[in-house]
Every structure is written in structure tokens, then in C-alpha cells.
Nanobody, 126 residues
Framework: QVRLEESGGGLRQAGGSSSLSCVASGRDLSSYFMAWWRQAPGKERDFVAGILPTDGTTYYGNSVKGRFSVSRGNSKNELSLQMNNLRPEDTAVYFC???????????????????WGQGTQVTVPS
């Protein structure tokens, strides 16, 4: 059974920094595209950042470009998200996800993801 476990969420100050981690177990995900998504109350789950399994190319949602950075550990089953210059609108539950279907732009569609973590809450008060 594949399990993705996120950690690192919490209450953060606007303008501050934080990092999230995701560790996968139960399967080798080295061929999977891994990504961070987030969901604020009453809103859809949005793509935040992701990384290709092949050459490490990264992709970012428009609202986090230049502020967030995604990386993958040497084991390929670890995913991190460095968040800088946090804003109140970054408040959400952050999910780690993995998909084999990363051809074209399917990595940007949540319904193509095979595995999800339970999520970790990040709160940035205004």
C-alpha cells in the first residue's frame, strides 16, 4: 500500500518562510511526477508546484512563482516545498501527490493523480 505523508505545516507569519516535506512509502515513485497541491476552504484543489521524474524540470502555479521552490530528494520518494514571502492567501491544506500520467499537461490535473497524502495545514494570518 502506497502512503504519502506530509509534514511541516503550521501557523506562519506573513512575509515569513516555511518548508513542507512529503515522504512516500510502499512503492518506488522514481518514475512518478510528484507535486504539491493546496486547497483553501470552499475552493478547489489547486496545483502549487511539481517536478518531473526524468530531468527534474519544475513547474509552478502562477500565484507562487518566484516565492516557492520544489525539490526532490535523492531517494525520489521524498518531496519538499520551500515557501518564502508567505501571504495570507497561501493559507490552505497542502497535499502531496504522485502521478504516472505526466505526459503533456496531465500533471496539472488532479484527477490524473494516483496517490495523495492526507494533507498538512498552513495558516498565514493577515
Amino acid at each position: 500500500q502506497v502512503r504519502l505523508e506530509e509534514s511541516g505545516g503550521g501557523l506562519r507569519q506573513a512575509g515569513g518562510s516555511s518548508s513542507l516535506s512529503c515522504v512516500a512509502s510502499g512503492r518506488d515513485l522514481s518514475s512518478y511526477f510528484m507535486a504539491w497541491w493546496r486547497q483553501a476552504p470552499g475552493k478547489e484543489r489547486d496545483f502549487v508546484a511539481g517536478i518531473l521524474p526524468t530531468d527534474g524540470t519544475t513547474y509552478y502555479g502562477n500565484s507562487v512563482k518566484g516565492r516557492f521552490s520544489v525539490s526532490r530528494g535523492n531517494s525520489k520518494n521524498e518531496l519538499s516545498l520551500q515557501m518564502n514571502n508567505l501571504r495570507p492567501e497561501d493559507t490552505a491544506v497542502y497535499f502531496c501527490g504522485a502521478t504516472r500520467a505526466w505526459y503533456g499537461d496531465t500533471w496539472s490535473k488532479s484527477n490524473y493523480y494516483d496517490f495523495w497524502g492526507q494533507g498538512t495545514q498552513v495558516t498565514v494570518p493577515s
